[in-house]
């Protein structure tokens, strides 16, 4: 494992005021600040690449996958300094980013965004407000075969919309290895800012996702249907066809 970490993205000092991710500062989830977007945005951006390049890194930090925080003392010295003082007082805060640089780091070495070209998403560039889990699980049931049973993916997202803090961090790594599996990209940054946020506001973060997932199916099912149109031949009816020539000599 490398003795230095890598301050191409640097954390953040704990004075910065711009790092909160909106935990426990009111208001609904899509008025959270862009300074707490663009902060997780670093961070995982940061473990991404450092788990990447580092083997030393993935293995450490995909080891508190499904781990309570006083059991993964060899990831605080990748994460501890991303958290603020006020942060550091908020333990559905600190799980939040545990969390999801041990989800991160335990994607296949193909997966991370480091490893493609541009080493960005799309989800990234689309406005101040990441893709939600409802939507990937959209995006999963949209590949078809390659992709999630519906039915599948509905269960999951509702299950994963019923629980409570713990339970969600419980259910969390299956259903992110179900959409990794797939080749489904997550956005890990809102992610991250919604497992912060989800004690104060899980109603309206599970309505979010719910509605980002069936807008997105009901958008994908309408796509097909006029594709289907369009490839359609048209047949002549019987009223308008063609007299053959030959008949009746």
Not at 19 to 28: I, L, M
Not at 29 to 54: C, H, N, Y
Not at 158 to 181: T, W
């Amino acid at each position: 494992m490398s003795d230095t970490v890598s301050t191409t993205l640097p954390a953040p000092r704990s004075g910065d005021s711009t790092a909160d991710t909106g935990a426990g500062t009111g208001g609904s989830p899509q008025s959270a600040p862009a300074g707490g977007l663009q902060k997780a945005r670093a961070f995982t951006r940061w473990i991404d690449r450092r788990s990447f390049e580092d083997p030393g890194v993935r293995s450490a930090l995909r080891r508190g996958r499904g781990r309570d925080l006083d059991a993964v003392p060899f990831m605080h010295r990748f994460v501890a300094g991303w958290l603020t003082e006020e942060q550091l007082r908020d333990p559905d805060v600190q799980r939040a980013y545990y969390t999801v640089a041990s989800l991160i780091a335990s994607q296949r070495r193909d997966q991370f965004a480091a490893a493609k070209s541009g080493a960005g998403t799309a989800s990234e560039s689309e406005g101040r407000y990441g893709r939600s889990l409802g939507a990937a699980f959209a995006d999963g049931v949209a590949k078809g075969e390659a992709g999630l049973r519906e039915s599948s993916a509905e269960t999951r997202l509702n299950l994963l919309s019923r629980q409570s803090v713990a339970g969600l961090h419980r259910h969390l790594p299956g259903a992110v290895q179900q959409l990794r599996d797939k080749q489904v990209d997550v956005d890990w940054a809102q992610l991250l800012v919604d497992l912060s946020r989800w004690r104060p506001h899980c109603g309206a973060i599970k309505r979010r996702w719910l509605q980002d997932y069936y807008r997105a199916r009901q958008a994908d099912v309408y796509r097909r249907a006029l594709d289907a149109d369009s490839n359609t031949d048209v047949q002549p009816s019987p009223d308008n066809a063609t007299p053959d020539p030959a008949a009746g000599s």
